[in-house]
């Protein structure tokens, strides 16, 4: 029995009464490397911002491990891995201090870093291989290293679920390589992985479960199964409301 | 030196210029990291406001100034938040209200009170009184029991508000947190550095330290140096040449910038060359 980390249910959101989401039916368990894919515009982005609280839903429930999100209250178990930093490249932030600030939470205002954290902020420099790059400053690093610091950043707080937005966008092919095999190692520790990525084919071989966001909202269809096959998705319009398709062959909506 | 410390009110403006080059960079670095440098400006022309209010109420200058910033940080945050007004244009709303309401309130004032405006804003060597140093003094102590408590949050939020909120940290708050600090080394800055200069000594030692650095923790440190350093020193020189202590200290501030930016290129050259 697995246990489903992310459950959820007829979600819809809206930005100015224009639906960015709607109807979204998905149920996530643990382990799983989801491929969350979809054309610009799909509601990709938005999709996993509701994942993390940062977007209110319209209608629909969203729970994390069971618990309904207004109540969540275990944000170090779930992790997002930006592209990049926003603030990153006005102040000096060093290495180390990025990876520790996945540290940083409401509950342990009153002290110090413990030795436990510390210690889990080097393990997870060790992990993405850039111990000996600690004391550098973030922007100093090329755009793939940076993007592990990212990673190692959110292994820190021992989060058991990774959402990662374009992990491997603009990177080169050693680095897509490279991070490639870290996300291999991770699933490997059955770390629960969320990929938005236009880019299938870099971790295809890992990808568990693709999920497609069609460009037209009503048709946000996902599918569980083998990973597709590169140039195979075709087109599903039965599905009025966003069903997961079960067990078929890959075969999702790509377009209206 | 010794000529200078003979004098009580030189002894009471070089504590209030060590209080506010110590905590006046250790804001400026979230500010500078948020790309809110100009904040403090903001901030600095609503405590004018709250000078010319003091002037025309007859109330005390450092409390009156320090509610009106606190407020005028509040209703930053509270712009930004809830109309459609971008960041830029509700601090200029700040710039223009603050110091046309801290001029009209001196004017309307009694008395001379609309030249003695001019002190509060280039910062004056004389107008530090005993009682204010406790008042200076409780509120830098604030500013660091603060930053104590919540500056690894604020860090958070500075290097990426999005992802601070996901890990449980309340982003608003920590925003109006950081204006409020801001308003506080406005506040404490006031006298001795004037509130047209002030948030320069939260900016420029940043500016100057990060050319060098590769961590916010050091550049907040070196940041903290230059500020104590340019502050007293440039408070002593103003003694001696006889000009407003404000543009002394900021030039001198900038001439730290000056020469660590220029410094900074053939160290940056061979730490390239060694990685």
Partial sequence: ?256 | MIALLDFDFMRRALVAAALVGLIAPLIGVFLVQRRLALLGDGMGHVALMGVGLAFLLGTAPIPTAMVTAALGAFLIEFIRNRSRTAGDVALALLFYGGIAGGVLFASLAPGKASSSLNSYLFGSLSTVAAGDLWALGILAVSVLVILAIFGRELFAVCLDPDIAQVQGIRVRAMSTLMAILAAIVVVVGMRVVGLLLVSAIMIVPVAAAQQLTRSFRSTAVIAVVIGLISSVAGLAGSFYIEVPPGPAIVMLALACFAVLAIAAVPIRRRRKELA
């Fill in chain 1, 1 to 256: 029995m697995t246990e489903t980390i992310i459950s959820i249910e007829r979600l819809c959101v809206e930005f100015d009464g224009e639906h960015v989401l709607e109807d979204v039916t998905i149920d996530i368990t643990a382990g799983e490397v989801i491929a969350l894919l979809g054309p610009n515009g799909s509601g990709k982005t938005t999709l996993i911002r509701a994942i993390l609280g940062l977007e209110q839903p319209g209608h629909g429930k969203i729970s994390l491990f069971g618990t309904p999100i207004k109540r969540f209250k275990d944000w170090h178990r779930i992790s997002l891995v930006p592209q990049r930093l926003p603030g990153a490249s006005s102040i000096p932030v060093s290495v180390w201090e990025t990876v520790m600030s996945g540290n940083i939470a409401p509950r342990s205002r009153w002290r110090p870093f413990s030795r436990a954290e510390k210690l889990s902020a080097t393990q997870a420099l060790h992990d993405v291989d850039l111990w000996d790059r600690r004391r550098d400053r973030l922007d100093a690093l090329s755009g793939g290293q940076q993007r592990r610091v990212l990673v190692a950043r959110a292994l820190a707080c021992n989060a058991d679920v990774l959402v990662m937005d374009e992990p491997t966008a603009g990177l080169d092919a050693a680095n897509v390589a490279a991070l490639s095999a870290l996300l291999t190692a991770l699933k490997d520790q059955g770390k629960t992985i969320i990929v938005v990525t236009h880019e299938l084919d870099d971790i295809e071989h890992l990808v568990t479960r693709a999920i497609v966001l069609g460009a037209s909202k009503h048709h946000s269809v996902g599918f569980d199964g083998p990973p597709p096959v590169p140039g195979a998705f075709a087109h599903d319009h039965h599905h009025h409301h966003d069903a997961i398709i079960d067990k078929t062959p890959p075969v999702v909506g790509m377009q209206p």
